[in-house]
């Protein structure tokens, strides 16, 4: 008699391996994004609080209004030692140009406080006072 596993055997194994992949392969997929997410705005967040860092030691921020928007380029950021280079883009994986990325942080005077802060091209910020 010949020992081993038949056909229909072999079938059956490769179906229920193809059955768990089908039930869980969404899940793993959702969880690897869920993970980038949390990764990029942990960047982000990063990036604002050297950025408020930046504007504590190097800007009298009691001469400004209410809600004063800043914008502080990368560049500026990791020549005053508050970023290490490179930075990477985490949705394309490529490093960042430091002097066309900046970071827009409105600035609440009375509670010295950031009130929101978000990271892009210099083009697409909308700030007040460039601190350069």
Same mark, same amino acid.
């Given at each position: @008699?010949?020992?081993?596993?038949? #056909?229909?055997?072999?079938? $059956?194994?490769?179906? +229920?391996?193809? #059955?768990?992949?089908?039930?869980? #392969?969404?899940?793993? @997929? %959702? /969880? ?14 990063? @990036?604002?609080? $050297? ?8 800007? !009298?921020?009691? $001469? ?9 380029? +990368?560049?500026? #950021?990791? !020549? ?10 985490? *949705? ?8 066309? !990325?900046?970071? /827009?942080?409105?600035? *609440?005077? %009375?509670?010295?406080?950031?009130? *929101? ?7 697409? +910020? %909308?700030? /007040?006072?460039?601190? /350069?």
């Amino acid at each position: @008699m010949k020992r081993g596993f038949t #056909l229909i055997e072999l079938l $059956a194994v490769i179906a +229920l391996i193809a #059955l768990i992949a089908i039930i869980a #392969l969404p899940s793993i @997929m %959702s /969880q690897i994004t869920k993970s980038k997410g949390d990764v990029t705005w942990a960047a982000n967040d990063t @990036m604002v609080n $050297a950025a408020e860092l930046y504007l504590d030691g190097n800007v !009298n921020l009691q $001469a400004y209004k209410e809600d004063t928007t800043f914008c502080i380029t +990368l560049e500026v #950021l990791v !020549n005053e030692g508050n970023l290490k280079e490179p930075i990477k883009n985490l *949705d394309t994986g490529k490093n960042m140009d430091l002097k066309t !990325n900046a970071i /827009q942080v409105t600035y *609440d005077v %009375s509670s010295h406080l950031i009130k *929101d802060g978000k990271v892009g091209l210099l083009s697409n +910020l %909308s700030c /007040q006072k460039t601190v /350069q």
